[in-house]
């Protein structure tokens, strides 16, 4: 099955900073590379997604790159603030729907 | 964009009991719903696939008999944990997909066994 890594698994930023966190996967099927930012207690929240037949995805200050032959994709946020801080996971897509979840960065983002 | 309701948000049960967990799309039709069980900083670990109409798919390491799924109608999947012991405490969250494959996560129910 898909096995999607993630890094780091900590990240703290001054405010303004950029943030970027990579992922790999494992399945060359998979099409779809969602990311979302989880706050404590909630639920995860879709923050921008991209298919495999696009190399970037940029919206306002949060941008994804995907490079398919290596198998590995990117989140850049830039101009971060605190609200940016949370637990930000990348996941994978190949068949059947079924979605899997890198381990997860706890991104701070420190005045 | 699409609304996935899951109940209850936070369920306390004594050791041995069932508890049962729904999950509702509420403004689409969904053929096929997820189950994840997320422990204290950890990411999203796929139990099971919900299928309406059949047998759901448990993910390797998931016993079928405690993690009850069903998905009688488009709408709705249920999870009973059967006989929870303080080991299932977790936070489990169902999703669910429309047509174009973005998937709606419900608020997830955190579920603590005495």
């Known amino acids: 099955g898909e096995n999607v890594e993630q890094h780091p698994s900590t990240l703290s930023v001054q405010e303004g900073d950029s943030a970027v966190i990579k992922c790999t996967y494992s399945d060359s099927a998979s099409n779809y590379f969602p990311w979302y930012k989880q706050e404590l207690g909630k639920r995860p929240q879709l923050i921008i997604d991209i298919r495999s037949n696009v190399g970037e995805k940029k919206d306002q200050r949060i941008a994804v790159t995907l490079n398919k032959t290596a198998k590995h994709f990117s989140l850049h946020i830039t101009e971060t603030q605190p609200e940016d801080s949370a637990v930000y996971f990348c996941a994978a897509k190949g068949g059947g729907n079924k979605l899997t979840f890198g381990t997860g960065t706890q991104l701070k983002v420190e005045l | 964009g699409a609304v996935v309701s899951q109940h209850p948000s936070r369920v306390i049960c004594k050791s041995g009991t069932s508890v049962k967990i729904e999950c509702r799309s509420l403004d689409f039709q969904a053929t096929t719903m997820f189950w994840y069980r997320q422990f204290p900083k950890q990411s999203l670990m796929l139990m099971a696939t919900?299928?309406?109409?059949?047998?759901?798919?448990?993910e390797q390491g998931v016993e079928k008999d405690k993690f009850l799924i069903n998905h009688a109608s488009l709408t709705l999947s249920t999870l009973t944990v059967t006989s929870a012991h303080p080991e299932d405490s977790s936070f489990y969250i169902c999703s669910a997909a429309q047509a174009g494959g973005e998937l709606f996560f419900g608020e997830g129910s955190r579920l603590t066994v005495l």
């Open positions: 919900s299928n309406e109409g059949s047998k759901a798919t448990y």
